[in-house]
């Protein structure tokens, strides 16, 4: 009995090391609700988003300038007021 107990334990211990070579730990990177296999197009993935959302801030708020009845230049410096802002939303609105 304590010679199958023993080989019990040594065949336990010994399988026990293949274990971790064979399910191998998958990283993910989750982005915006969307799970990425690499960092770098989890990046890519947060680069467009901030991209776009300079985009947004931009036309938001040189629309509003333009309605609000401001000069052309009033007008362009709030857009580049509202692209940066947008950038900076877009940057630090989640992490990869």
């Known amino acids: 009995m304590r010679n199958m107990t023993l080989g019990l334990m040594a ?6 090391g293949a274990l971790p070579a064979v399910a191998k730990d998958k990283t993910q990177w989750v982005y915006d ?8 197009s ?8 901030k991209d776009r959302a300079a985009v947004v ?12 009845g401001g000069s052309l230049a009033e007008t362009a410096l709030v857009a580049g007021a509202g692209a940066l802002t947008g ?3 877009g940057k630090n609105a989640k992490k990869c």
């Open 57 to 68: 801030g931009a036309a938001s708020a040189g629309t509003v300038a333009a309605l609000a």
């Open 33 to 40: 609700g969307k799970a990425y296999d690499s960092y770098e």
């Open 87 to 89: 950038a900076v939303i």
């Open 11 to 16: 065949a336990l211990v010994m399988g026990g």
């Open 42 to 49: 989890c990046k890519r993935a947060k680069d467009k988003s």
